[in-house]
């Protein structure tokens, strides 16, 4: 970390924002933008594949627009579109949601210091905090002139938008296409698919990716389809803290870890 | 499910969706040393979950009948294919989506 990033963070950096407030959030909104141009490709692809997805499952249009932005975690809310149409397993839901979710506690420990001194947007900051919009606040410094805390607010507050206007557009879309095709949803098991390739290509052991298929394929067979979630995910818990001494030295791959991060 | 129970599991959902994002802020105030076990966790949880993930999508597959899982698996497996050749989120997802959808709805009907 530089150092004018750590003076931001210090008490003193901090009234100093207070009083350049007012001037620098128009030129910080205006910075932020181009910044998030990729992710809104990606969002709005992503999102209308999300409302694609909840129209095939019969869900009406307020469900993808209301859960896009009030859970706003393009992964789980695939899954939690799926619990809604099941059975009520309210805690099957909490745990598999906050397992899912899981790798965002690694993206708070890494924001620590970054978000500290920011008032109010910092619970903002917090609750958007999304991979791709977790990347960009961590890897890319504000410009000159822009306020740091706005610059990450205005980043997140786009980021979200163009999450939930997909979502909504995907309704739409998806209440002109299906009725006539089947298969749709098959947008989820694609999506993992990607997330999981792209994991293992980012990984140098592949035994936490295969023992994550191996466990919750035998839990399947175990405990049915209605009932593995929970079994599966303690299982891969507690066979990953059995395996520490084996895994522990587990990483990214050297190289192209870099370069695969700033891809996504 | 009726509505309220719907609304019941939405929230749980935002709940535990917060909570992985505030925890570290309210258990590891700045400076606080990171206990080694988390940050184990860190490194070979996501890899598993996303393993399971891939699963629990394909869990209603019926590999006994119908069309044996062949769409799926050979969609799976395209859009897998294409991710590690072209890297771009978008294609590998259109692909594989495209192509399940025309073996379930011209292939194997």
Not at chain 1, 77 to 86: D, I, Q
Not at chain 1, 164 to 170: D, E, K, S, T
């Amino acid at each position: 970390m530089s150092e004018t990033e750590r003076d931001n963070s210090l008490p003193s950096g901090r009234s100093q924002e207070k009083a350049s407030q007012g001037g620098n959030a128009g030129r910080s909104a205006l910075a932020a933008f181009p910044v998030t141009l990729p992710v809104m490709a990606g969002y709005l692809f992503l999102g209308i594949s999300y409302g694609i997805y909840c129209h095939s499952l019969g869900l009406s249009w307020f469900y993808p627009i209301v859960i896009a932005a009030c859970v706003y975690a393009g992964s789980a809310e695939f899954v939690l579109a799926n619990f809604l149409m099941g059975g009520f397993h309210p805690l099957s839901v909490f745990i598999m949601i906050f397992v899912i979710n899981a790798r965002h506690l690694f993206y708070g420990l890494s924001m620590l210091e970054k978000f500290a001194g920011l008032g109010w947007k910092r619970l903002y900051l917090i609750f958007g905090m999304t991979d791709e919009t977790f990347s960009i606040n961590y890897a890319i410094e504000p410009p000159r002139g822009a306020d740091r805390g706005w610059f990450m607010f205005f980043i997140t507050l786009y980021n979200h938008f163009y999450w939930v206007a997909g979502a909504g557009l995907g309704w739409v879309i998806g209440d002109m296409l299906t009725g006539q095709i089947k298969g749709v949803s098959f947008v989820m098991t694609a999506l993992f698919v990607v997330i999981f390739m792209e994991q293992w290509l980012k990984d140098a052991n592949h035994i936490p990716a295969c023992l994550g298929i191996a466990l919750t394929v035998i839990c399947v067979l175990l405990f049915g389809r209605e009932n593995f979630v929970i079994p599966s995910m303690a299982a891969i818990c507690l066979l990953l803290l059995v395996l520490r001494p084996v895994l522990r030295n587990t990483g990214k791959k050297a190289g192209g870890s870099k370069r695969a991060e700033e891809r996504r | 499910m009726n509505g309220e129970q719907q609304a019941v599991i939405i929230v749980l959902a935002v709940a535990a969706t917060l909570l992985t994002r505030a925890i570290p802020f309210i258990i590891f105030p700045e400076g606080k040393e990171r206990p080694q076990t988390v940050l184990y966790l860190g490194r070979v949880l996501p890899a598993a979950v996303f393993g399971f993930l891939v699963v629990f999508c394909l869990k209603d597959t019926d590999f006994t009948a119908g069309a044996y899982g062949v769409p799926e698996m050979l969609s799976a497996a395209v859009t897998a294919a294409v991710h590690v050749l072209l890297r771009n989120m978008m294609v590998s997802i259109a692909s594989g989506s495209l192509l399940y959808i025309v073996l379930v709805n011209f292939v194997t009907g």
